[in-house]
């Protein structure tokens, strides 16, 4: 349900850069004829998928280490020049998983303090460059705290970048003003919502997308 709504984000011809989890799904909510491009920060332009397993190619991965093709008319490049597309702002949208986001599109992501992490990774780059950055996330962690947050209390990766967040419940626009509740994706309605997020919102929609 996530990764199909957040589909409907992509517009023709983007370039989108896909987070590690759940954004990798949403390549199958969008239509193959769209010209859409995805770009991998590890150094690939049209990313397709896996060739499954019987036609693997071991020297080509995502930036997450999956397996993965290349779409006619695709490109591999060296990593300078691929996070240059991303400090330039060539890229449309980056699809992100989160820990905590703010009302105000603060991103927390990478590091829960005393976890073994590898580090930071190519996500703080394109949070802080990327055209529009959508986080897609499930509404509460594993314990059933709330991941949308009055204020981040865990390690920042950018600030005031998030412009949408998706998640299996609702979808909410960030920024200046606040959280605001664009749509509602399941039937806990906007009152359930409030009991689940850790962050006043403005009620726009009620209804189910």
């Known amino acids: 349900m996530i990764a199909r709504r957040a589909a409907r984000e992509v517009s023709r011809g983007q370039i989108i850069n896909l987070g590690i989890g759940l954004p990798t799904l949403i390549p199958h909510y969008v239509d193959a004829a769209s010209g859409v491009w995805i770009h991998s920060e590890n150094g ?64 927390a992501n990478w590091l829960v303090p005393g976890s073994l992490v590898a580090g930071i990774g190519g996500g703080a780059e394109l ?28 390690p920042l990766t950018a600030r005031r970048r998030v412009t949408r967040i998706v998640t299996e419940h609702a979808v909410f626009a960030c920024g200046t003003e606040g959280l605001q509740l664009l749509e509602v994706l399941s039937d806990i309605g906007p009152a359930g919502l409030r009991n689940i997020t850790d962050a006043d919102f403005q009620a726009i929609a009620d209804s189910h997308a």
């Open 127 to 154: 949070a802080q460059s990327a055209r529009r950055v959508i986080v897609t996330m499930l509404h509460t962690d594993r314990n059933g705290r709330p991941k949308i947050v009055s204020a981040c209390t865990l």
């Open 44 to 107: 690939i332009l049209g990313v397709g998928p896996s060739g499954g397993d019987d036609a693997l190619d071991s020297e080509l991965i995502d930036a997450g280490g999956g397996y993965v093709s290349i779409v006619p008319g695709g490109a591999v490049v060296d990593s300078a020049v691929s996070f240059g597309m991303i400090r330039r702002g060539m890229i449309d949208i980056t699809f992100l998983g989160a820990l905590q986001v703010s009302a105000h599109g603060d991103l």
